[in-house]
């Protein structure tokens, strides 16, 4: 899927200004070290979402560990030839151990009379993949075999690189802002005193400007016709010494 139009990108920010040990009163007779301007800001890139996250649970239950665990072994075997069939590569699959857990089904854990337990056991896959006309074909596939919990999401492969831009405007921006404020107020930005940055990656779509363009006229036209992005994010708190 291909983007057109503007850069899609936008830069939100809270400004704070803190200058530590002085009052506005007294802010003149303090010494420069002690007088500091903090800049939270965040950034955002929107990127093209080509590929999705189909993730997969699989549940099994038994009276004893060992029958739960034979069934779990059974459908684990079960989605993994279901993946060879659909043709999806190794490096295209993650996975989680499995988890097992004991539970009393009857009363509660005080009723020491006849005490019936069950075991349950869990494991999640993730398949990745970028061909969307598979998306619905292995939801088919999981429902016709069994499986009953499974999502999907969108994702973009240029992740990494959407990251480092949202992290440059927002440092950029952040330092903009900062000289702003000191230029205003009538004194001078000096050198980094503390940097604190986090990332993020927001999964849910948002429609770009030329999504209408793309839906086909066809009779078997679906949402997949639709042009998706997904955002990621990064934040940054920036102090600067005043000089």
Known sequence: MELSGNKLSKITLTVSLLFFGMSCTTLAQQPVSERIITINMSASEMLPA???????????????????YKLHQERESLLASVLK????????????????NRRQINGNRYNTENPEYITATNQSVSIT???????????????????????????????????????????????ERAELIAKTSGVDIGPVSNINYSDHYIGLPQ??????????????????????????????????FIE
């Not at 080509?50 to 009276?63: Q, R, S």
């Not at 088919?140 to 480092?164: P, R, Y």
């Not at 429609?207 to 066809?218: F, G, I, R």
């Open 207 to 240: 429609k770009t400007s030329s999504s209408m363009e793309m839906m086909s006229a066809a009779r078997d036209a679906s949402m997949m016709d639709f042009s998706q992005t997904v955002e990621v994010r990064a934040s940054v708190s920036i102090s600067y």
């Open 50 to 68: 080509d590929l999705i996250i189909f993730n997969v649970n699989i549940n099994a239950e038994g009276k004893t560990p060992q029958e739960a």
């Open 129 to 175: 993949f970028e061909d969307f006309s598979m998306y619905e074909k292995i939801q088919l596939t999981l429902i016709e075999n069994g499986f009953d919990s499974f999502n999907g999401q969108f994702s973009s492969s240029k992740i990494a690189e959407g990251k480092e831009k949202a992290l440059i405007s927002a440092i950029e921006a952040a330092k």
């Open 85 to 100: 069939d659909l043709d999806i590569k190794e490096e295209n699959i993650d996975y989680e151990p499995v988890r097992m």
